[in-house]
C-alpha cells in the first residue's frame, strides 16, 4: 500500500478502505477473533484493522510467540480481507498498558514519566533508550514474522505504530532527563521548519514569542513549548522504530492521532500531549520521516469540525486515513457529505466518501445489524 497524491494505493491500484476495527483486547485469541471475522463481512467491509499486543508477543524478553499473528493473517484471507495490524507497545491512549510485565516491574530500567510535582505516571518517557531499544526489538520481530507469512501474498497492507501515543497525566516528562533536554536549545531542524510553515498554532506559537531564530523550548514557543518539545521527541521516538521497521520489510506506516481539537482543551490532560494533533502535522512530518501517514481518530460530534479535521489532515503528504471515528447513525451520514477541498481517499470503521449510494446504503444496513447483534457476540468498533 502507497499514498499518492492524497490517495491510497494496493498493488498499484486505488484502493477505497472500507474497514472495521476490533475492540482493543477482542485479538488475543483465535476463538475471540472467530466471531469477528463475520461481523466485518456482514458490514461488507474489505479491510480489517486488528492489535497486536507487545505484552502477548514477547511474555519474556527476547522470547516471542507470534502465532497469533499467524492466526489474524489467516482469518483475514479466509474472509478475503485485508489487514492492517496495529502495535499497542509504548503507547496505548497515551499510557503503558500493553506492555510486557517485564517492562512494568523494571521502573528504573524502563523509566516512566515523571510529573511536574515528581510522581511516575504509568506512561514511558520517550527519552529512555533502554525503552526505544525494547520496543524498537520487538517491532522488527514482528514485521520479520509479517515479512515471512505474507511478503507472497500482501495481505497485510499497512501496520499502525502505538496507538495514540503521547504523555497522558502530564505535558511532558518532568524527570531529570526530560529537564534537561528542556533546557536545552531547541535543535537547528525546529528551527529550520519554523519560517516554511503555514498558519497554525505552531506557527503562531512561535511569532507570539518574537520569531526567534534560536533558543530554549520555552523562549521560542512560550506557552506551547511543553507540548511541543514533547511531539519532536515521541515523533523522534517512533520513527526510530519506523526506520528500523523499513530495513525489514517495508509496508506502510501510520501513526493515529487523539485529537486536540474541539473548544480549549490542555495538552497531556485533556489529550495525550506530543501527538500529532493538526497544530503538529509538520512537526512529525519533519521529525518522523520514516511514517507514512498522520491519521486522525475522530470522534467529534457535529459535521462541520468533521470536515475540519478531514481537511487538516488530506494533504498532498499525507492521504486521509481515519482509523476511529464515533459509533452513530450521525457518523455514518457525515462520511458521505465530505468537504469539497477533500479528495477521496480512506477511512476505517466508517468510510469518509463514496462511490454510490448503494455502498452508503450497505453500510447503514450494516451499522443496524451490528448494533442488534451487540449482546450476541463480540463486535468491531
Known amino acids: 500500500m502507497t499514498g499518492n497524491n492524497g490517495y491510497i494505493t494496493v498493488d498499484g491500484k486505488p484502493f ?104 511516575p505516571l504509568p506512561v514511558l518517557s520517550p527519552h529512555c533508550p533502554a525503552t526505544l531499544a525494547a520496543d524498537t526489538a520487538a517491532f522488527r520481530a514482528l514485521m520479520e514474522h509479517i515479512k515471512g507469512a505474507d511478503v507472497g501474498e500482501r495481505t497485510v497492507i499497512a501496520v499502525q505504530i502505538e496507538n495514540e501515543p503521547g504523555s497522558y497525566g502530564s505535558e511532558r516528562d518532568y524527570s531529570p532527563e526530560g529537564n534537561a ?33 534560536g533558543g530554549a523550548w520555552v523562549e521560542v514557543f512560550g506557552r506551547r513549548a511543553a507540548e511541543v518539545f514533547n511531539a519532536w521527541h515521541v515523533a523522534r521516538y517512533i520513527d526510530a522504530i519506523a526506520a528500523a521497521a523499513r530495513a525489514v520489510y517495508d509496508v506502510p506506516l501510520y501513526v493515529n492521532v487523539w485529537l486536540g481539537e474541539n473548544g480549549f482543551r490542555d495538552a497531556g490532560y485533556d489529550y495525550p500531549s506530543g501527538g500529532a494533533v493538526s497544530d503538529m502535522i509538520p512537526l512529525w512530518k519533519a521529525a518522523a520521516p520514516h511514517v507514512d501517514i498522520l491519521a486522525p481518530d475522530i470522534y467529534l460530534p457535529d459535521s462541520d469540525s468533521f470536515r475540519q479535521i478531514c481537511a487538516a489532515y488530506s494533504r498532498a503528504d499525507n492521504p486521509l486515513l481515519i482509523p476511529e471515528c464515533g459509533l452513530r447513525p450521525a457518523t455514518a451520514a457525515r462520511c458521505f457529505t465530505p468537504s469539497p477541498r477533500i479528495r477521496p481517499s480512506v477511512s476505517l470503521r466508517s468510510a469518509s466518501t463514496a462511490s454510490s449510494t448503494r455502498m452508503a446504503r450497505s453500510l447503514t444496513r450494516a451499522w443496524l445489524w451490528w448494533r442488534a447483534s451487540r449482546r450476541r457476540a463480540p463486535s468491531c468498533r
Open 16 to 119: 477505497f478502505i472500507l474497514g472495521g476495527q476490533v475492540h482493543n483486547s477482542s485479538a488475543y485469541t483465535k476463538d475471540s477473533m472467530a466471531p469477528l471475522w463475520d461481523v466485518l463481512v456482514r458490514m461488507h467491509a474489505n479491510t480489517a484493522e486488528v492489535p497486536v499486543y507487545w505484552e502477548q508477543i514477547e511474555p519474556e524478553e527476547g522470547a516471542f510467540d507470534l502465532s497469533i499473528v499467524d492466526d489474524v493473517i489467516a482469518g483475514a484471507r479466509e474472509h478475503e480481507l485485508r489487514l492492517i495490524l496495529l502495535w499497542f507497545a509504548t503507547w496505548k491512549n497515551g499510557t503503558m498498558k500493553y506492555t510486557p510485565g517485564w517492562v512494568k516491574v523494571q521502573p528504573d530500567r524502563f523509566r516512566r514519566v515523571i510529573t511536574a510535582d515528581g510522581f
Open 181 to 213: 533536554l528542556f533546557a536545552a536549545e531547541a535543535p537547528p531542524a525546529v528551527m529550520s521548519l519554523l519560517p516554511t510553515i503555514a498558519p497554525s498554532g505552531l506557527h503562531q506559537a512561535w511569532a507570539e514569542n518574537g520569531s526567534r531564530t
